[in-house]
């Protein structure tokens, strides 16, 4: 029997053949043993993908809750009216307040380069300072933004007198404008902040019952969303804005005139010496308003008398869709904010009335070019101006208009 077998180990043909069996046993194996391994990859692959989703869905769910909104008591007006402070605070701890004064911008808390929270806009901590008078800091303006000449325009062939608060001309809705009311707020669940005010007939010599409400957003991406709407029983000129006056640093003792901005306008509106609109749209190439490019504020200030308080044409070329507007940057803190708006015009102000004599909370003076607004608008005395892109609502239209405001860090 064992010659039997050493004579068959050692034939060739045998040899050969069980050479064949043994690798095709091992084959039959190794396959087997790689379908096993493709079949629990793909297990393990489609595990990691639903942990994956679940874990994205319960991270969009809980950023989503993160917005939160605080309201609290900010003192009375003298007639006994509560006015109330809204706090809306992100994922990312950036936080907004908001009064239902004015619906006025407070306080705007962003992270700088180092995550120091800093307030980067100019405001007070009680009610009383702005009842003793400042230069509308984070008011919500109307029924019209920037200046109407000599407070007169006519509207369907009739002549309207408005109150005139800045020398000859109408500023900003006039003695008593939106940034003087008191709205109506409401926190609503998606985490705005809805504030509701109506105008009515007459008011500030306006036509019309105006019906205005504003909704303040903040988002987990440090946009703050504010979206207008307004409807009239009459046609009347309307121009809504916010006048948030900002400093990136964080730091209001040192001035934004080291800030860089960048503005995409190739063109701006010239003003005579009461700040008016000649009527021409001038080009921005060659002189101190070319922030096609970034500039620091400073650089050329001096070129332009007074300062900078200006309308910039944007260079928009897609109708009521956002635009980016403009990028402004503070090299100290690494802080950047663009503005996106469904606006045609820009007033950038560089804070040239600002003397000293306002203090912040912890008493900083709020001196000349201590801060720096980007408004978004329509152009100033529009109604005067059958050029410019018309501001009248006439009744069964909706006025609506969106600005953002996107803080980031470089």
């Not at 900010?74 to 809306?88: A, N, Y």
């Not at 992270?111 to 009610?127: A, R, T, W």
């Not at 800045?166 to 900003?172: A, S």
């Not at 303040?216 to 703050?224: A, R």
Request: aromatic share 10%; charged share 20%; proline share 5%.
């Amino acid at each position: 029997m064992l010659s039997f077998l050493k004579v068959a180990i050692l034939n060739p043909r045998i040899k050969q053949l069980i050479n064949m069996k043994n690798k095709m046993t091992s084959f039959v194996f190794a396959q087997h043993e790689f379908s096993m391994i493709i079949s629990m990859g793909l297990s393990m692959i489609l595990l990691v993908a639903l942990f994956s989703s679940c874990n994205s869905e319960e991270q969009n769910a809980s950023a989503e809750k993160e917005v939160t909104i605080h309201k609290e008591p900010f003192g009375k007006l003298e007639d006994g009216r509560q006015v109330s402070l809204f706090t809306l605070t992100n994922a990312n701890n950036m936080e907004v307040k908001i009064m239902t004064y004015g619906g006025t911008v407070t306080s705007i808390r962003t992270p700088d380069k180092e995550g120091n929270m800093d307030n980067v806009v100019l405001g007070f901590d009680s009610l009383d300072k702005y009842l003793a008078g400042v230069p509308y800091f984070g008011a919500l303006i109307g029924r019209y933004g920037n200046r109407i000449e000599d407070g007169i325009f006519s509207v369907d062939g009739k002549e309207y007198e408005l109150a005139t608060n800045d020398g000859d001309n109408h500023l900003h809705g006039g003695e008593k404008g939106f940034d003087k009311r008191l709205w109506d707020a409401k926190a609503l669940e998606d985490g705005s902040l809805q504030l509701h005010y109506l105008s009515e007939d007459g008011e500030e010599g306006y036509p019309g019952n105006l019906d205005v409400t504003v909704f303040y957003t903040l988002t987990n991406d440090n946009e703050l969303k504010i979206e207008y709407e307004a409807t009239t029983d009459k046609a009347t000129p309307v121009n809504l804005t916010n006048h948030s006056y900002f400093n990136l640093s964080g730091h209001p003792d040192s001035t934004i005139l080291d800030h860089q901005l960048k503005i995409k306008a190739q063109e701006y509106t010239p003003v005579n010496d009461e700040l008016i609109p000649t009527g021409e749209l001038a080009q921005v190439e060659g002189t101190p308003f070319d922030f096609t490019e970034f500039h620091k504020i400073g650089t050329r200030i001096d070129q332009v008398e007074g300062g900078y308080d200006h309308n910039f044409v944007l260079d928009r070329t897609a109708g009521d869709s956002l635009f980016h507007a403009a990028t402004v940057y503070s090299p100290a803190s690494g802080r950047e904010l663009k503005v996106f708006t469904t606006e045609p015009g820009l007033q950038f102000y560089s804070g040239n009335f600002l003397d000293g004599s306002l203090k912040g909370p912890d008493g900083t003076p709020f001196v000349k070019h201590a801060a720096l607004c980007l408004e978004t608008q329509h152009f100033p005395n529009s109604p005067n101006e059958p050029d410019f892109p018309s501001t009248i609502l006439q009744p069964g239209e909706t006025y609506q208009t969106t600005t953002i405001y996107q803080f980031s860090i470089r």
